[in-house]
């Protein structure tokens, strides 16, 4: 026989799953704006039906169902979209700082503008002609100076500039760093709290947002991925564990196998360190180094992970796989070097200073050596000479180049002619200026004059301008690829984080209806109890009582 009080058990049970997954929805609600928070609901299932299997079992019509249990409270989550948003994320951190610095280097180098370097450079060349049209006047050659002075400066500023990025750059870097081992340790933390509570059969879904918010965040700075270890004892069937998280790279072991590189495993976590060629921190604020003047820090070496078990890895930039990341996208920008020191470097960043300081020494080592065979103007406290320099030839870089002092002081000196003594000459003024179109060839003969260029000039057979034109030209290619594949990465992120949104994200409506929902199953569940309080009452004080 059936208990005459199991109808109250049953819609006992009724009443708090319904009302555990009220709460549940009033936890949603309350949550709609909280950034990683997914949605939770509140997993239902029948209990055991009445009568159990047995040969001493009762024989009745069939099962009589005993009510309903909350087996668990879930979050909505799907891995592999969060897989997919990770790696559009990964690629988007990469892209988005590789167009922030091309950017910031197409603001310093400012072309085509009238403020630039080819200006510059076409405002120098133009007075030169006009000195080789009046090389007797004066204001002529004054203006031809003050044009090469400031072709000189142009160098220099945009030479000081783009250093300045650079170690703002490297100081990204120091502070992504501490970034990432700030994240690495949050999430170490969660694990621990997760794997103290999920052997006793809870399932802490808030932890496990905050700790994929963490995920999502790490990898917006580095290429890793994820692997779940259930935690053991008495975990709920949907406990998630605790995170195991490696770092990709192209790296092999002895067996040829990816080597693994763990990050984070439980409660444990590696920290990492990104080190120059003098085994210093990269931050940033490097004093330049003294055997290479033109580079202005000391370029990335290699990531060190100190690893969970004490020891470490090293990893070099070519090692990381194609998407790398915020972090290794600053390190391309900022540079390092190949082979461990500073002699072989890479990065968009020195590239383009060694190519500046390229043209700066060609041009400086090619006016000089065609400017030293002209002659002066002369007068009779000082008579017209050739053998005179007109640039400062001692640092030949971008960052050093300027005019000598004795030229400043004496426009004069500027050596216009082509036979000594000969005031109105400016044949080789003319000859000065027409360097501009002139391509120049290492070891080559200068056009009009028996005057040979240097063997390590490196312009190979392009013009001062054309040369600083094609840098342009390929630094607004670079530029235009790296805002179309931000642009194109930030549309495939997008799409994924709405399919991502569309299943885990809280929707007002959808709550309001589920509260409705088990707000009417609530109210069933307590009017049962009141129709079964009922008919106990009839049974209890309206039976035996015939007659009366």
Do not use: C
Not at 176 to 194: G, M
Not at 451 to 475: K, M, N
């Amino acid at each position: 026989m059936r208990s005459t009080f199991m109808g109250l058990e049953t819609s006992k049970r009724g009443l708090f799953t319904q009302q555990s997954a009220l709460y549940t929805t009033g936890h949603n609600v309350a949550n709609a704006n909280t950034e990683g928070y997914s949605r939770q609901r509140v997993n239902m299932s029948p209990t055991l039906g009445y009568p159990g299997s047995g040969l001493n079992a009762p024989m009745t019509a069939g099962f009589i169902g005993t009510g309903v249990k909350a087996d668990s409270v879930q979050r909505i989550r799907d891995e592999f979209i969060d897989r997919q948003y990770r790696q559009e994320t990964n690629k988007l951190g990469y892209w988005e700082s590789k167009a922030s610095a091309i950017t910031q280097m197409e603001d310093i180098m400012s072309e085509p503008s009238e403020y630039g370097l080819d200006e510059a450079f076409r405002m120098f060349w133009s007075a030169l002609q006009d000195v080789s049209t009046n090389p007797e006047d004066t204001a002529a050659r004054k203006a031809a100076v003050q044009r090469a002075i400031h072709l000189a400066d142009s160098f220099n500023y945009i030479d000081t500039q783009l250093k300045q990025i650079q170690g703002n750059l490297g100081n990204e870097i120091k502070v992504s760093v501490e970034q990432i081992n700030s994240i690495l340790e949050q999430i170490a933390d969660l694990n621990k709290e997760i794997q103290a509570v999920e052997p006793n059969g809870y399932v802490p879904n808030d932890l496990y947002d905050q700790r994929d918010l963490l995920v999502d965040q790490l990898s917006e700075y580095l290429p890793v991925s994820i692997e779940r270890v259930p935690s053991g004892g008495n975990a709920s069937k949907v406990a998630e564990g605790s995170y195991k998280i490696t770092l990709n790279t192209n790296l092999k072991d002895m067996s040829g196998k990816p080597l693994e590189i763990v990050l984070v495993d439980g409660r444990n976590y590696a920290t990492i360190q990104a080190l120059d060629t003098e085994g210093k921190k990269v931050d940033g604020d490097e004093d330049n180094d003294a055997s290479n003047p033109s580079l202005a820090y000391f370029p990335f070496d290699k990531l060190v992970i100190n690893k969970i078990d004490g020891g470490t890895q090293e990893i070099k930039q070519e090692e990381f796989q194609e998407f790398k990341g915020k972090l290794l996208s600053l390190i391309d920008s900022y540079g390092y070097s190949t082979d461990g020191t500073n002699q072989s470097i890479k990065g968009y960043y020195p590239e383009m200073l060694q190519n500046l300081d390229k043209l700066a020494s060609a041009f400086v080592q090619a006016f000089n050596e065609v400017h030293e065979e002209g002659y002066t103007l002369g007068n009779s406290s000082a008579p017209s000479k050739n053998g005179i320099k007109f640039f400062d030839d001692t640092g030949l870089t971008a960052g050093t180049i300027k005019v000598w002092d004795e030229i400043i002081a004496d426009p004069n000196l500027l050596a216009a002619s082509s036979v000594q003594g000969e005031e109105g000459n400016g044949n080789w003024a003319r000859i000065l200026a027409n360097l501009q179109s002139m391509p120049i060839v290492d070891g080559g003969t200068v056009t009009g004059t028996s005057v040979t260029l240097p063997d390590s000039l490196g312009l190979d057979g392009a013009t001062f301008q054309s040369f600083y034109q094609g840098l342009i030209s390929q630094l607004g290619v670079d530029g235009q690829k790296a805002n179309l594949l931000k642009t194109n990465t930030e549309t495939i992120r997008l799409t994924v984080e709405n399919n991502r949104a569309s299943m885990s994200s809280v929707s007002l409506d959808e709550e309001m209806t589920d509260m409705i929902r088990f707000q009417q199953a609530y109210n069933a569940n307590a009017r049962m109890i009141t129709v079964i309080d009922e008919t106990l009452d009839k049974i209890i004080n309206g039976m035996g009582r015939v007659g009366l």
